[in-house]
């Protein structure tokens, strides 16, 4: 063997000096230390695991295109009405701690958010009025509690006993009309 072993192929060869035993030694012992270095350095397996992220990168690429395009289909094809029908909200309500939830709120905060003057601008009173059926209403009403409560003393000081009197000779309503362009 020589120092310029070119396995085969054509080039320049020198012959190897003469070595003693002792130096031929060291030198197989440097030959092997160099090869097992440069094996070492090496991975025996780079080449198929390259070849390996030639094919998962691309088959992982299509698999979430795939997986993608399942959601999708799933999602548009989805009944969310019949899906509502099926939960159980009394069950689902059952498992919530309301007052776990409510301990959670920031009330300060939520109440800086709302807008009251919106709020109270919003409904129409009108609207309200209509809908109230003032019979019912009146037949709750406890008129006898009612005039029990009023401050008898407090509504003859108040009032203008020589008005009343005057009003009363002529007709009560007309006394009524005066009252109303007075106040």
């Given at each position: 063997m020589t120092l310029s072993d070119?396995?085969?192929?054509?080039?320049?060869?020198?012959?190897?000096?003469?070595?003693?035993?002792?130096?031929?030694?060291?030198?197989?012992?440097?030959?092997?230390?160099?090869?097992?270095?440069?094996?070492?350095a090496v991975d025996p397996l780079d080449r198929l695991r390259a070849a390996g992220k030639r094919i998962?990168?691309?088959?992982?690429?299509?698999?979430?295109?795939?997986?993608?395009?399942?959601?999708?289909?799933?999602?548009?094809?989805?009944?969310?009405?019949?899906?509502?029908?099926?939960v159980d909200l009394n069950a689902l309500l059952d498992q919530v701690d309301i007052d776990k939830v409510l301990e959670s709120v920031d009330l300060n905060a939520l109440l800086d958010r709302v807008d009251l003057n919106a709020l109270l601008n919003r409904p129409d009173v009108d609207d309200v009025m209509r809908?109230?059926?003032?019979?019912?209403?009146?037949?709750?009403?406890?008129?006898?509690?009612?005039?029990?409560?009023i401050d008898m003393d407090a509504l003859v000081e108040q009032t203008d006993l020589g008005a009343v009197i005057a009003c009363s000779a002529s007709g009560s309503s007309s006394w009524a009309s005066s009252r109303s362009s007075a106040g």
């Open positions: 070119t396995r085969g192929k054509p080039g320049p060869t020198v012959e190897d000096p003469p070595l003693s035993p002792d130096e031929r030694a060291e030198l197989e012992r440097l030959r092997a230390q160099t090869a097992a270095a440069i094996v070492g998962t990168d691309p088959a992982e690429s299509l698999a979430q295109r795939v997986a993608e395009r399942v959601v999708d289909l799933l999602v548009h094809a989805l009944d969310v009405n019949a899906l509502v029908r099926m809908r109230v059926d003032v019979v019912t209403l009146l037949d709750r009403v406890d008129v006898n509690e009612l005039v029990r409560r």
